[in-house]
């Protein structure tokens, strides 16, 4: 048995255990209630290794940059580059180890490569978009020869820079906010790419073409009329559907240009991998004979490509095994009810049926999910049927009401609900909503990022998902995540229990204990 210990040092810092090519955890530091984007931290490592049976044979580390003035240089062997990690023996603890280091450059190729489903590829397309890097690439015999086509510089920074370049609370030569880049997409679909100002696509263009972006030098568009005109003007959310028109559109044409009538599969990773709309166009486009993204495609997912290309540099396949569920554990620190809570045993019928009655559920199971989205594990969840549902649960979230909310289906019933999409298990593409009796989940264009349950997904969200069909006469519950503005998954019992008293959520499920609250809720379910 061969067991890597894998680590990205960066933001999205994490800790991956690999063994014998099955992924048996991903650590991600900010999933514990930390901030967003969080480094790796001393308790992310000690969480992985008390997973670790024995010392690792293989520690791999991925690259990064160190921020010197005038000079670039970086850790374990930097950001950029296709050329083949470096591997040292050392000890630890007075074991051989052996150290495998790579870019953070391959670590996103080969997540993307070695999560599909469908490899090991001899031969595929792979993009990586991300905050910097913005590449096609051509993944030839089984991996030994990469080759990249470059397409556009900071593509996911530039992306968030424009939400800044509109937003008056934004000062110019502050570095462009990751978080706006979900912002900005939400906004987008508000918009129409067709309706935008002439003076905007110029705008749009020279952003697309400035060469520094770390800091954004938003005071260079004065002259735009876009610079601090706000996030409600519709001129914006017009110019916002073309920015994202016209990114999708540089990459496509040289997709088309490299790939065209090869029958190739392509596999996403990079952040902009979560952005759904451009997922579902590359499906669209029809230029691949499948498209894969993982669920964690930002840097989330960087240790586990990491630890994939430690595997395949040691003569090993560059593919693995994994689940969904393979995050942090949930910690039950509730040893006994606390003082306004009723508890009992969970019981779906009965959680569907208060569900049915507008109550929000607080829903946390086992394991968490790899990637930034919470697939039920780490949940709100909540009846799609009233439009303020939405409003509530962005208002719970204290997050912007043009935010959509997610839905969760059963497999069985997608059709019936949704169409023009794709059944995905990760919320990673968009689907048309074709019913109109889950408006809360709807969003302002017909759309909604959908998860597809399946009894065998590992996920307990199957049986509440039929219950509550049987409730309700709908088999679909709005899912958002369970945490703190600006902070990863709440991964504590009692920091949700206090979340939950804060937000005046009705029920805290944690495991197979449930808590009623005594005050909040609507009535006796029975």
């Not at 374990?76 to 051989?96: C, D, E, I, N």
């Not at 609900?417 to 794709?422: N, Q």
């Amino acid at each position: 048995m061969t067991t890597i210990l894998a680590l990205n040092a960066g933001h999205d810092g994490s800790t991956v255990i690999l063994s014998d090519g099955r992924l048996l955890a991903s650590i991600e530091a900010e999933k514990d209630s930390l901030k967003r984007h969080s480094k790796l931290t001393a308790g992310t490592l000690v969480a992985a290794l008390e997973l670790c049976e024995a010392v690792p044979d293989v520690i791999a580390l991925g690259g990064w940059h160190k921020h010197l003035p005038g000079y670039y240089t970086g850790i374990g062997q930097g950001y950029f580059g296709l050329f083949a990690p470096t591997t040292r023996k050392t000890s630890v603890f007075g074991h051989p180890v052996t150290v495998v280091e790579s870019t953070h450059e391959r670590s996103h190729i080969f997540c993307a490569v070695g999560m599909d489903p469908f490899g090991p590829h001899r031969d595929c397309a792979v993009l990586v978009w991300e905050g910097a890097l913005g590449n096609l690439y051509r993944w030839s015999n089984w991996g030994d020869r990469i080759e990249c086509h470059p397409v556009l510089a900071y593509p996911g920074t530039k992306y968030a820079a424009f939400y800044d370049l509109a937003d008056p609370l934004f000062s110019s030569g502050a570095r462009p906010r990751d978080t706006n880049a979900g912002k900005l997409m939400a906004l987008a679909s508000f918009g129409d790419a067709e309706s935008a100002h002439p003076e905007d696509v110029k705008t749009v263009h020279a952003l697309l073409t400035t060469d520094v972006i770390y800091p954004f030098d938003k005071d260079a568009f004065t002259d735009s009329p876009l610079y601090n005109i706000g996030l409600e003007s519709i001129r914006f959310r017009n110019a916002a559907a073309y920015l994202s028109r016209a990114i999708f559109g540089m990459f496509l044409r040289c997709a088309t240009e490299q790939f065209s009538g090869e029958d190739l599969p392509l596999v996403v990773a990079g952040g902009c991998g979560l952005n759904c709309d451009w997922n579902s166009s590359w499906v669209a486009a029809g230029l691949f004979s499948r498209v894969f993204v993982p669920p964690c495609p930002n840097d989330s997912g960087s240790a586990i490509g990491t630890a994939i290309d430690a595997q395949f540099t040691l003569g090993g396949s560059p593919r693995i095994d994994w689940d969904v569920y393979a995050g942090s554990e949930l910690i039950d620190d509730l040893a006994t009810t606390p003082p306004g809570w009723t508890e009992r045993a969970f019981d779906p019928a009965l959680a569907a049926a208060r569900l049915a009655r507008q109550e929000v559920i607080a829903y946390m199971q086992g394991r968490s999910e790899i990637g930034p989205r919470a697939l039920g594990h780490r949940s709100l969840l909540a009846s799609p049927a009233m439009h303020g549902m939405r409003d509530r649960l962005n208002s719970i979230k204290k997050r912007e009401v043009y935010r959509p909310v997610a839905p969760c289906v059963l497999m069985s019933e997608y059709d019936n609900y949704f169409e023009g999409g794709v059944s995905d298990p990760y919320m990673l593409y968009i689907s048309n909503v074709r019913s109109g009796a889950i408006p809360a989940v709807t969003h302002v264009d017909g759309s909604a990022r959908v998860q597809v349950v399946t009894e065998e997904d590992g996920s307990s969200l199957s049986p509440l998902l039929q219950a509550f069909h049987g409730a309700s006469g709908v088999p679909v519950l709005c899912n958002t995540s369970l945490n703190w503005p600006g902070r990863g998954f709440i991964n504590k019992a009692t920091e949700a229990l206090a979340y939950c008293q804060e937000r005046e959520i009705e029920s805290l499920v944690v495991g197979t204990r449930w808590f009623v609250s005594d005050n909040l809720h609507l009535g006796n379910a029975g």
